[in-house]
């Protein structure tokens, strides 16, 4: 099964099918789609958006924590016996789980997986080794979707 990535809103537009999408460049969807580069140079946008569940907690353009714990409640019910990778402290919050990240935490039929969000802003990528744990992980994440 894929694994589902969750992001928090997608700021240029509220259709779900553009959660974590992979354009314009400089977006979340992009940059997590250039982490995987590093593993998997050749990786084209189409493959990225079929090897992943997206979604993001608010289908709006503006977030709403209040909505995304909303949402973030009903995603056990979901996706029970599956893995989630969350993205940034805000779906972290909503979701309700200590920060953790990269390591796995079992919880309600979920396997939970973080990353920072994956913005320009966040410094904690622009460390080689961090950068190179998030490529790994993402890339495991893909390559478990293809069994």
């Known amino acids: 099964m894929k694994v589902i990535l969750c992001g928090m809103n ?3 537009h509220s259709d779900p099918r553009y959660a974590l999408f992979p354009y314009p460049p400089g977006c979340a969807g992009w940059r997590i789609l250039e982490l995987l580069r590093i593993r998997l140079p050749d990786l084209t946008r189409s ?5 992943f569940e997206r979604i993001n907690l608010v289908d709006d353009m503006v977030w709403d924590r209040w909505k995304a714990r909303d949402k973030a409640a009903q995603l056990p ?4 016996g599956r893995t989630i990778v969350l993205f940034g402290d805000g779906v972290r919050r909503a979701v309700g789980l200590p920060k953790e990240l990269i390591h796995p935490i079992e919880r309600d039929g979920v396997v939970w997986r973080q990353l920072p969000h994956p913005s320009g802003r966040c410094r904690w990528y622009n460390d080689p080794e961090a950068r190179d744990l998030a490529s790994s992980l993402l890339y495991d994440m893909f390559m478990e979707g293809r069994r």
Do not use: D, F, I, T
Not at 77 to 80: D, F, G, I, M, V
């Open 10 to 12: 997608n700021p240029l």
């Open 47 to 51: 493959q990225y958006s079929r090897g």
């Open 77 to 80: 019910s979901l996706y029970r």
